[in-house]
């Protein structure tokens, strides 16, 4: 009963535009409150939960992608992309998708990767005749590799909420996320051909050198992230501080379009959005331990066995609620709601645990995109001054692409588990 009515206010909260980590946080309260637990023990929960070295990574992904965006550096990587596949049938929007796909090795967010990606490339796009509902669905789908591609701020949130391991995630995410960066691309290659998009001038090959070698230096931060945390050299943490130190470094002394005079307000920025995020994940993290403790997720998984389903059956079950539950609230409510409720499910049917991180990050991609409520919509609106509506209907071919590459990643296990396999182990 108090399980009913818990789930009831939160959902009212939602649909009533509360944000997410309030409402969780006042229904998690209410809850210990009913309990008759004294409030300390949700201080003490909320201690333990943040207690990890991963989370000190968020602050420092947030304010390196803050430095590459204000530094010149997205330049840098769209013009390298563009003296790589510029030259082909809609060569600008395939020039997004692999412009996106870099840049997400360093963002950790869907979100920074639309608006500083569409910011400069759908104005582009549209000044060479591309339809803006095109232009605009190429970068809402392209921006949301940015939470696929290692590092991801969704794939640290679901580490600590499942207590998995963030490093096998992040290389969990490797695979599926080229997947997705080549599904795009044959289906704007499909679509130009279809349109009769012509091909973008063939620029010269010293010109082209130039674009790839300016690029280099930027390339070093998601190097130096990769080779850092497999080479056993640094924690996560200490390779999101590298390369925070890597983008301010290069910022400011490569491509010189950040004063140093700025640093503070760059940081101050970076520090503000991980304190969100932290009363984020401590509402959460609240929430998840009532669940835990109430036997909800254990009455689940025998209802589940009850009606016989099969493991493959349980996620089409999971992934049909999660997008549906997308249209309507936040994204990351798929993280926090979702994500305690089902793992004593994934764990009883014997599901991956890194496979199924993988499942909810492509899913909450899928909530970015799907309106009513998904975010990319609003961030391509806004800057695009495109009515909603028309961001909507560019972003629908790509919502189906999303849907092909979910099925893949929930039915075909080793595209997530292969890469963490081979460096880890099983």
């Excluded at 060479?128 to 940015?146: C, E, K, N, P």
């Excluded at 919509?377 to 629908?396: D, M, Q």
Aim: with cysteine.
């Amino acid at each position: 009963m108090i399980g009913s009515v818990a789930f009831g206010s939160l959902f009212t909260l939602l649909a009533l535009g509360i944000p997410i980590f309030v409402a969780l946080g006042i229904v998690s309260l209410l809850l210990f409150a009913g309990d008759g637990a004294p409030l300390v023990d949700a201080a003490l929960v909320i201690m333990e939960g943040l207690d990890s070295p991963a989370f000190v990574a968020v602050p420092f992904f947030v304010i390196a992608a803050a430095f590459m965006e204000k530094g010149g550096i997205i330049r840098v990587m769209i013009d390298a992309a563009h003296s790589w596949v510029g030259r082909a049938p809609g060569g600008l929007a395939l020039v997004c998708v692999f412009a996106t796909t870099i840049f997400a090795a360093i963002s950790g967010s869907s979100v920074a990767t639309a608006l500083a990606m569409g910011t400069l490339l759908v104005p582009a796009m549209t000044a060479r005749h591309y339809d803006r509902s095109f232009a605009l669905g190429v970068v809402g789908a392209s921006g949301t590799v940015g939470i696929l591609i290692p590092p991801s701020l969704a794939m640290i949130l679901y580490g600590i909420i499942a207590d998995e391991s963030v490093p096998r995630l992040f290389l969990a995410g490797v695979v599926p996320g080229l997947l997705q960066t080549a599904i795009l691309a044959l289906w704007i290659l499909y679509y130009a051909k279809r349109k009769g998009f012509q091909a973008e001038a063939v620029s010269s090959r010293e010109s082209r050198l130039k674009a790839n070698l300016r690029v280099l230096p930027a390339l070093l931060i998601p190097a130096a992230i990769f080779v850092g945390i497999y080479g056993g050299i640094t924690t996560v943490s200490e390779a999101a501080a590298v390369a925070t130190l890597l983008a301010m470094i290069i910022a400011i002394f490569v491509y010189r379009e950040v004063r140093v005079g700025e640093i503070p307000a760059i940081f101050a920025g970076g520090i503000k959005s991980a304190g969100a995020i932290t009363f984020i994940l401590a509402s959460a993290l609240l929430f998840s331990h009532w669940i835990t403790q109430s036997g909800v997720p254990a009455r689940l998984v025998e209802m589940m066995l009850a009606h016989d389903l099969k493991p493959w059956q349980f996620l089409l079950l999971i992934n049909a609620l999660m997008i549906i539950f997308g249209m309507f609230f936040d994204a990351i409510a798929v993280v926090l709601i979702v994500v305690p409720l089902t793992l004593g499910a994934v764990q009883a049917f014997g599901i991956d645990m890194i496979h199924y991180g993988v499942i909810v990050t492509v899913n909450i991609e899928l909530a970015m995109l799907t309106p009513p409520m998904g975010l990319n919509l609003f961030v391509l609106s806004s800057i695009s001054k495109a009515p909603f509506t028309e961001v909507s209907r560019g972003v629908l071919p790509f919502i189906g692409l999303m849907i092909v590459l979910l099925a893949l990643v929930t039915f075909i296990p080793a595209l997530s588990t292969w890469l963490p396999n081979l460096v880890y182990g099983r």
